[in-house]
């Protein structure tokens, strides 16, 4: 991925799981010794990323060594999408997003990664699947560039938020409600 477009930040293990490599435009978050976030050092990446950056963390109860990480973009006024609580499905949201982000301004990117993690915890029978990952976990089987089509084509505003929003019947990738609905 080259190191143009809009910047992501994100916990270094889900990087990796996603197969990216740290740069001009990912930044990984490193763990503790004892495998969580050192808050100082959260808030020295957050704060040192372009304001236009965009925090993907997965849900404090999902990955509680992690919490810092949503939390401290949120103190600093940083765009956060929830991930997928399951490794596996946050790893191919973020490639996916991070993919997008080579080509994609800051809003608009935030609006596909919300439906994107929708998508990811959507049933199979909604879009046809492939395995994907070292874990083989069932994903949509489009190529970016056409999610992304859908995405932007899917995307509904929150109505508990109203700033966020997402995939029809999925989560909002800023709130974390069930149900997106029109």
């Given at each position: 991925m080259p190191d143009t477009g809009t910047p992501i930040v994100v916990d270094a293990a889900i990087a990796e799981s996603a197969g990216l490599v740290p740069g001009a435009s990912v930044s990984a978050l490193q763990r503790g010794r004892g495998g969580a976030m050192d808050v100082d050092a959260v808030a020295d990446a957050v704060a040192a990323a372009p304001p236009s950056a965009v925090v993907l963390a997965r849900p404090p109860w999902a990955d509680p060594p992690a919490a810092a990480l949503a939390g401290v973009a949120m103190l600093?006024?940083?765009?956060?999408?929830?991930?997928?609580p399951a490794l596996a499905q946050a790893a191919w949201a973020v490639a996916l997003i991070a993919n997008w982000a080579a080509y994609s301004q800051p809003r608009d990117l935030v609006r596909r990664a919300q439906v994107a993690v929708g998508l990811a915890a959507l049933p199979a029978c909604r879009l046809p699947r492939r395995p994907w990952g070292c874990e083989r976990v069932q994903m949509p089987a489009l190529r970016p560039m056409a999610l992304a089509r859908w995405c932007d084509r899917l995307w509904l505003p929150c109505a508990h938020c109203v700033v966020g929003g997402g995939a029809p019947g999925g989560a909002c990738g800023r709130c974390g409600h069930e149900q997106v609905t029109a």
């Open positions: 600093l006024d940083r765009e956060v999408v929830w991930l997928p």
